[in-house]
DNA sequence: TGATTTTTGTACCAATCGGTACGGAACACA
DNA sequence: TGTGTTCCGTACCGATTGGTACAAAAATCA
């Protein structure tokens, strides 16, 4: 009979145990890029924020621009979940609506800090960051992406009319969500949001 | 007979004189903060592009949190002039299209950097530079006030129903310019941007 | 217990940050 | 030719930046 092996969840390897839960100090970090940006948060700031130092902080998510990219991916993993769900919707209209209106309430969420990631967190930098700066705007243009091809398919369904522009009409609506994020930056309320929601929706091609 | 002192347009005071033009030179501060932000700005970055060293930099203009507001002065004195233009025009309606197509204009005038001074000039940053991300703001704020105090005009002229808001109407084009204005710092072409404002013009109330 | 492996805290690194002291250079005036 | 005044260039300041060396600590395995 030969010995069992249990298969354990979590293997145990060998050596002293972290002393932090990396996801909770990633969200940490999260926060502080999220407030500064990726060039106003300092390492000091992240390290206090995420209750560890900085050895700890380079052996488990490496350099500051590394740790930039696993805190995007954290964001876009667990804070934008609501545009897959609100593209879902069955009527085209009805999700654009959505998707707009969730993003005012995530925009002014008072759990988290104002405005996107995405947006605010390397819109003009110095040269050492400029490809912080590129990676953001590529991964915009995923969500952008993401919503033309919803109105394409609209488009194939025949709810939306085949002579209007679908990718132009994301680019507008993702235009205003980002002009949004500005404003929520600067501290704009989620009422004044939602006006600009119900404005925006009246360009929607009849 | 008494003396008679000619009046000289400049007296030429005493000692030794600039080695430089100090509007030539807030024009070369005002394209490094425009391309890297506040923060992203260094000294160092600064008085390369404006040919001066510290000293005098700080002799003229004071220091970074000054000479940043000065050349914000400068920047909505030479390259904002086609705003108050536009809302001249007789109709509301085309001040306003005509306000976003020159928008998108200036946005992507090969002249000058990408995006907006007032928007990626500090929207998000470190503790100490909070000033000026508030100071910005209220800058972008004055805009909105015109554009609203235009559409209130509009609306006693008869030309807008006096059942739409016209602040939230104004609130609605500016954070579309705002949101241009991020695409564009992204590289967003000019003929992106006009494809948004001939879609967000659809919004205007009939 | 001892050997191995990994993490932790401290203390440090060169480089850069914004900002300034100071001596000499360049002008107007006498 | 002074003399007063302003500006320029260098050289420097303390603080902070992102990033690391190193040894003690804490776990597993034998």
Redesign the interface.
């Given at each position: 009979m030969g010995k069992v092996t249990l298969l354990r969840k979590k293997p145990l390897p060998p050596g002293r145990p972290k002393a932090f839960d990396p996801d909770k100090a990633l969200d940490a970090a999260l926060r502080v890029f999220?407030?500064?940006?990726y060039?106003?948060?300092?390492l000091a700031?992240l390290t206090d924020a995420m209750g560890i130092n900085k050895p700890s902080l380079y052996a488990t998510f490496g350099d500051k621009a590394e740790l930039f990219r696993k805190v995007a991916d954290h964001y876009i993993r667990t804070r934008t979940g609501f545009i897959a769900e609100a593209l879902a919707e069955p009527s085209a209209r009805e999700a654009v609506k959505r998707l707009l209106i969730e993003t005012a309430e995530a925009l002014t969420n008072p759990r988290n800090p104002r405005?996107c990631l995405l947006?605010?967190?390397a819109?003009?930098?110095?040269?050492e960051?400029d490809c912080i700066k590129k990676e953001l705007?590529m991964r915009?243009e995923t969500g952008e992406l993401l919503l033309g091809e919803r109105l394409l398919r609209a488009q194939r369904e025949g709810e939306l009319p085949a002579s209007v522009?679908a990718k132009?009409?994301a680019?507008?609506y993702?235009?205003?969500?980002?002009?949004?994020?500005?404003?929520s930056?600067?501290?704009a309320t989620r009422r004044?949001l939602q006006?600009?929601v119900?404005?925006?929706?009246?360009?929607?091609?009849s």
């Open positions: 999220w407030e500064k940006g060039e106003g948060a300092s700031a405005g947006v605010q967190g819109l003009a930098c110095g040269d960051s705007a915009r522009d132009a009409l680019s507008y993702m235009t205003l969500m980002r002009g949004m994020s500005v404003e930056s600067a501290g004044e006006n600009v119900e404005l925006a929706m009246n360009a929607w091609p």
